[in-house]
Antibody, heavy 123, light 109 residues
């Protein structure tokens, strides 16, 4: 059974850097084809894809946020970390991490997802 | 940038069929995935690769994709199907990025 859980601060101040950790079980990020993605959802709004890291350390970022995002993995700890710099109140959202199955590389879907963690940006 | 367009809301009576569309430029050339999200919960994958169902998802959920429109079809709708539904593709045309639609609220009357 695959499970993921997000952890990190619930409140950050504007201009600060957010660091979120996704701790997972039931799969290994050293397995060919596997990945972990991050998706966020502002309150009452739609899902927004942020970043994806593959088993081979290839990384993809949302073009609109690329300059602020960094995704890394620690295979030995079964963790993926997302950092977002220069946080703003508009970044207030629930942040989810999700498993990318070992499927064909032409597409990516996410299953399952973590429970999500709400991050509020406010002074 | 690639854009996916969904109707904000769809309403259907119990037992009827709900169809939720996802529009995008030549979306038929991409693989479309669908997620169900109930209030206060994380999204759940209900259809992947246009029309495949993960294990545990009822056969009542099906998908199709052609031309500029992908469709999630829910047959014999139940009260428990009331949720937000999101389509998603991977845009490999330029920046290799994930794209979600704006979501559709399914109301069971």
């Amino acid at each position: 059974q695959i499970t993921l859980k997000e952890s990190g601060p619930t409140l950050v101040k504007p201009t600060q850097t957010l660091t979120l950790t996704c701790t997972f079980s039931g799969f290994s990020l050293s397995t060919s084809g596997v990945g972990v993605g991050w998706i966020r959802q502002p309150p009452g709004k739609a899902l927004e894809w942020l970043a994806l890291i593959y088993w081979d350390d290839d990384k993809r970022y949302s073009p609109s946020l690329k300059s602020r995002l960094t995704i890394t993995k620690d295979t030995s700890k079964n963790q993926v970390v997302l950092t977002m710099t220069n946080m703003d109140p508009v970044d207030t959202a629930t942040y989810y991490c999700a498993h990318r199955p070992d499927t064909a590389m032409v597409t990516n879907w996410f299953d399952p997802w973590g429970q999500g963690t709400l991050v509020t940006v406010s002074s | 940038s690639y854009v996916l367009t969904q109707p904000p809301s769809v309403s259907v009576a119990p037992g009827q069929t709900a169809r939720i569309t996802c529009g995008g430029n030549n979306i038929g050339s991409k693989s479309v995935h669908w997620y169900q999200q109930k209030p206060g919960q994380a999204p759940v994958l209900v259809v992947y690769d246009d029309s495949d169902r993960p294990s545990g998802i009822p056969e009542r959920f099906s998908g199709s994709n052609s031309g500029n429109t992908a469709t999630l079809t829910i047959s014999r709708v139940e009260a428990g199907d009331e949720a937000d539904y999101y389509c998603q593709v991977w845009d490999s045309s330029s920046d290799h990025r994930g794209v979600f639609g704006g979501g559709t609220k399914l109301t069971v009357l």
